[in-house]
């Protein structure tokens, strides 16, 4: 099976654009449901026509519906899902496994995709999601080729990769900036891209001067057409593009690229040219390369100098000289520049002093000589050329020719490949079978076929008369003719059996529905028939001092999530020697191929319980100790909830992305006591492969030649307003970047506890022993008397540091 050429649409325009450009598939969204809830998307009331019309071009159509839902909207969840099966939908890409389960339902025939937002990186999670009805996977965007080589061979669910596009600092499905800054949450397709803001490092409480990088959360755009054969080979079935935010040029030029590169691998064509690349990139990049295929590259991801589009280097600005009333920019070219291209001079930090225009003017072409020549631009009368601009990089924003170029491609009317046989035996009607891509269909004609008098009907009449295909989305491919010798058969009859084809290849084919109800699933999403696990606040801990401290304090229990395997393992055997002491550990939130062996330390270690922070964890969780999901694994609705508790949690921690009063709603609905709730703790905001530690205190590419600046270094980002907030890498070498505030659900305590709620936790970064003895006394007391809520949020509020925060859990409305 060959893998399929995915691209992205935001609206009609894109879509067509895909379609025109070769695309094998196109995936949109409806609005609301969908994790791109800036683009223009599709009305629910215009699917069955966008569907009509990707069909009759041979093209599937996927809908995404890749985002949590609340209890409250499962209803019209369910109606998307019965819209999309009534337009014939080939797919629809879910995150949410409560609606993975109502897509199965409702609609047993209608493919269910699992979205990257699942964050499936080893092959349990593919076959957890397999489990829930998922026939394809989108794999995280941060696995190897051999990551994927191992996950297919555990695995024979279908695999979707990105090859281009935007990449997200942070793994999907496990950012949580926008939502703790500003309560719009990239799990609902609200992503307040706070990964492409400026940030300043500070290490052990001092900044750090790096020049002119200010965006070291923003990596460059992946482009991996030259690793297209590379995926083909083990087995991806498609090959997905980002950008439902990008306009139809960046959508038409990307998907040509795709196609040419996936011929390529099939032997079809000689691949794509630079010029294929260049087109591309140009309509839209940030940098490019092969991000994590080829593996970790620390130094390479993320350059930081700039943090949006830029289009491709043409050269570096020398000087500047003004004669006769203009301002010429003097720059050694290494490409081309037109009158009409929009050129950009590189600035400062935080693109301070950076220069741009529309090209008005051009002496000489550049790129004649091998270093490149200088040329002259004049941008205009109105570009007010500063006078100290900065000699740097010129970087050439848009270029109408190339715009031009790629509409020209784009002109042709995409004509999809229609296979025919035309068949029968002497004396009966003929059958004509028609073949177009995936879709088949079967005509039997209303004429006989009977043995010529005179001239037999030849090859090259019927190839006439079954090619007048006109404007049909199709174009007659291959025919094979299976008729007896010597024979004729009515041509009028071929003609109309022509037209039966296109009509039964081009109709609709809406997906069988059941009587199953949203109201039936949430009705049926009860908690577990068995006691619900011990109260108590539980602590999670960094360091063993902080775990004694806890236990001292009188915590219930602590979890230890430690840089160092090692490290966990002394602690646990120095805390078992307190009497009565509750130690849990937690593995890594990320488990890639060959990484289930520190789940298995840790096991090892008999801990009482784990914390499940994965897919492949849930599914491969040992019942014979305590384990409880963590809020990575994304419950908001009663559908998740009673579906992770089914797979043997004790207890979940329920997902950040519920306000208060939606945290609330999900424990009144008899789920409370098996919710362990996160009082307090710093939010995780980013939770990525990528090793700022390693990246900005070393010149390593990995694990492996970095050093280990994390264990000698304590690292933070300084905001704009600057907040510092913690770095912290895991034993995995990924790095998490916290909140500087910590958020405090406290005042929620009296309502909780009325909901039945009886297990709190709290999550500790740097604290230190006498800080943990603080936390943990005072939500000690408001658990105990839930009363004294009101005034510890007082004190919290305005103790030492930067206070608390309600975070995500305030209510906006």
């Given at each position: 099976m060959f893998p399929e050429v995915l691209a992205p649409a935001g609206d009609r325009a894109s879509l067509e654009a895909a379609v025109r450009a070769g695309a094998d598939a196109v995936y949109f969204g409806l609005r609301g449901y969908n994790a791109r809830a800036r683009a223009t998307n599709f009305d629910e009331e215009e699917l069955a026509q966008t569907i009509q019309y990707l069909h009759d071009h041979?093209?599937?159509?996927?809908?995404?519906?890749?985002?949590?839902?609340?209890?409250?909207?499962?209803?019209?969840?369910?109606?998307?899902?019965?819209?999309?099966?009534?337009?014939?939908?080939?797919?629809?890409?879910?995150?949410?496994?409560?609606?993975?389960?109502?897509?199965?339902?409702?609609?047993p025939a209608l493919a269910v995709h699992a979205s990257t937002q699942m964050t499936?990186?080893?092959?349990?999670?593919?076959?957890?999601?397999?489990?829930?009805?998922?026939?394809?996977?989108?794999?995280?965007?941060?696995?190897?080729l051999d990551d994927i080589a191992k996950i297919r061979a555990g695995t024979d669910v279908e695999v979707e990769v990105f090859v281009h596009g935007a990449l997200c600092i942070s793994y999907s499905g496990q950012c949580l900036t926008s939502e703790a800054i500003g309560g719009r949450s990239a799990n609902r397709g609200a992503c307040a891209q706070a990964c492409r803001l400026p940030y300043e490092l500070v290490v052990d409480d001092q900044r750090v001067d790096l020049g002119d990088r200010a965006y070291l959360l923003s990596p460059e755009d992946l482009e991996a057409s030259s690793i297209v054969g590379d995926l083909a080979r083990l087995g991806v079935s498609s090959l997905k593009i980002e950008g439902r935010l990008k306009?139809?040029?960046?959508?038409?030029?990307?998907?040509?690229?795709?196609?040419?590169?996936?011929?390529?691998?099939?032997?079809?064509?000689?691949?794509?040219?630079?010029?294929?690349?260049?087109?591309?990139?140009?309509?839209?990049?940030?940098?490019?390369?092969?991000?994590?295929?080829?593996?970790?590259?620390?130094q390479r991801l993320v350059e930081g100098r700039s943090c949006d589009h830029r289009g491709l280097l043409v050269g570096h600005l020398e000087r500047v000289e003004r004669a006769r009333g203009r301002a010429w920019l003097c720059i050694r070219a290494e490409a081309e520049i037109a009158r009409g291209d929009g050129l950009l001079?590189?600035?400062?930090?935080?693109?301070?002093?950076?220069?741009?225009?529309?090209?008005?003017?051009?002496?000489?072409?550049?790129?004649?000589?091998?270093?490149?020549?200088?040329?002259?631009v004049w941008l205009g009368p109105d570009a007010q050329v500063?006078?100290?601009?900065?000699?740097?990089?010129?970087?050439?924003?848009?270029?109408?020719?190339?715009?031009?170029?790629?509409?020209?491609?784009?002109?042709?009317?995409?004509?999809?490949?229609?296979?025919?046989?035309?068949?029968?035996?002497?004396?009966?009607?003929?059958?004509?079978?028609?073949?177009?891509?995936?879709?088949?269909?079967?005509?039997?004609?209303?004429?006989?076929?009977?043995?010529?008098?005179?001239?037999?009907?030849?090859?090259?009449?019927?190839?006439?008369?079954?090619?007048?295909?006109?404007?049909?989305?199709?174009?007659?491919d291959t025919l094979e003719i299976a008729l007896p010798p010597h024979v004729i058969v009515p041509l009028s009859s071929v003609n109309r059996a022509r037209r039966a084809l296109v009509a039964a290849l081009t109709a609709r084919q809406p997906v069988?529905?059941?009587?199953?109800?949203?109201?039936?699933?949430?009705?049926?999403?009860?908690?577990?028939?068995?006691?619900?696990?011990?109260?108590?606040l539980y602590v999670l801990c960094r360091t063993l001092e902080q775990a004694a401290s806890a236990l001292d304090a009188g915590a219930a229990g602590v979890y230890l999530d430690f840089l160092e395997l090692t490290g966990t393992g002394e602690a646990v055997r120095a805390l078992r020697a307190r009497p009565g002491a509750f130690i849990g550990v937690a593995p890594p939130r990320i488990r890639k191929p060959g990484e289930e062996k520190i789940d298995r330390y840790l096991a090892s270690l008999s801990p009482d319980a784990v914390l499940v922070r994965g897919l492949g964890a849930l599914r491969e969780l040992d019942r014979a100790r305590s384990n409880v999901g963590d809020f990575s694994l994304n419950v908001t609705n009663r559908i998740t909830a009673a579906e992770v508790l089914g797979r043997g949690l004790d207890a979940f921690t329920p997902s950040f992305d519920l306000d208060a009063a939606q945290l609330l709603v999900l424990a009144r609905t008899g789920f409370g006591p098996w919710m362990e709730t996160v009082l307090h703790h710093p939010m995780a905001l980013f939770h990525m492969e990528h090793c700022v530690i390693a990246a900005l205190l070393s010149e390593g590419r990995d694990y492996k030649t970095c050093g280990r600046p994390c264990e000698k270094h304590r690292v933070s980002l300084r905001d704009r307003a600057g907040m510092d907030h913690p770095v912290e890498a895991d034993v995995g070498c990924r790095n998490t970047v916290f909140h500087a505030r910590p958020q405090s659900?406290?005042?929620?305590?009296?309502?909780?506890?009325?909901?039945?709620?009886?297990?709190?936790?709290?999550?500790?970064?740097?604290?230190?022993?006498?800080?943990?003895?603080?936390?943990?006394?005072?939500?000690?007391?408001?658990?105990?008397?839930?009363?004294?809520?009101?005034?510890?949020?007082?004190?919290?509020?305005?103790?030492?540091?930067?206070?608390?925060?309600?975070?995500?859990?305030?209510?906006?409305?």
């Open positions: 041979g093209v599937k159509g996927y809908v995404t519906l890749n985002t949590l839902v609340f209890d409250d909207e499962v209803a019209g969840v369910e109606r998307a899902i019965r819209t999309c099966a009534a337009a014939g939908v080939d797919a629809v890409i879910v995150q949410d496994l409560g609606v993975a389960k109502l897509a199965r339902a409702i609609a499936c990186t080893d092959a349990a999670s593919v076959e957890l999601a397999k489990e829930l009805g998922a026939t394809r996977v989108i794999l995280a965007r941060e696995l190897s306009g139809p040029e960046y959508v038409a030029a990307t998907t040509q690229l795709y196609r040419a590169a996936r011929d390529a691998a099939l032997g079809a064509s000689a691949g794509p040219t630079d010029e294929d690349r260049n087109d591309a990139l140009q309509t839209f990049t940030r940098g490019s390369g092969v991000g994590f295929f080829r593996g970790v590259d620390h001079v590189e600035g400062g930090f935080a693109s301070a002093g950076e220069f741009g225009g529309r090209v008005w003017d051009v002496i000489g072409a550049g790129g004649a000589e091998p270093n490149g020549a200088v040329v002259r500063p006078p100290d601009l900065a000699r740097g990089r010129v970087f050439k924003t848009s270029a109408p020719g190339v715009e031009k170029r790629i509409r020209a491609r784009d002109a042709a009317n995409k004509k999809t490949p229609l296979r025919m046989t035309i068949s029968g035996s002497m004396g009966g009607p003929f059958v004509l079978e028609g073949a177009a891509g995936e879709r088949r269909a079967r005509v039997v004609g209303d004429g006989s076929i009977e043995a010529a008098r005179s001239a037999p009907v030849d090859e090259a009449t019927l190839r006439d008369k079954l090619g007048r295909l006109g404007d049909t989305p199709f174009e007659l069988a529905l059941t009587d199953a109800r949203a109201e039936d699933l949430i009705r049926a999403a009860v908690p577990p028939d068995r006691a619900p696990p011990q109260g108590g659900a406290v005042q929620l305590l009296p309502e909780l506890v009325r909901a039945g709620v009886r297990r709190f936790r709290i999550e500790l970064v740097r604290e230190t022993a006498d800080d943990v003895r603080r936390l943990v006394t005072a939500y000690r007391e408001a658990i105990d008397d839930p009363s004294s809520s009101s005034r510890i949020w007082k004190t919290l509020r305005t103790d030492s540091g930067y206070g608390v925060v309600k975070g995500s859990l305030r209510v906006l409305g």
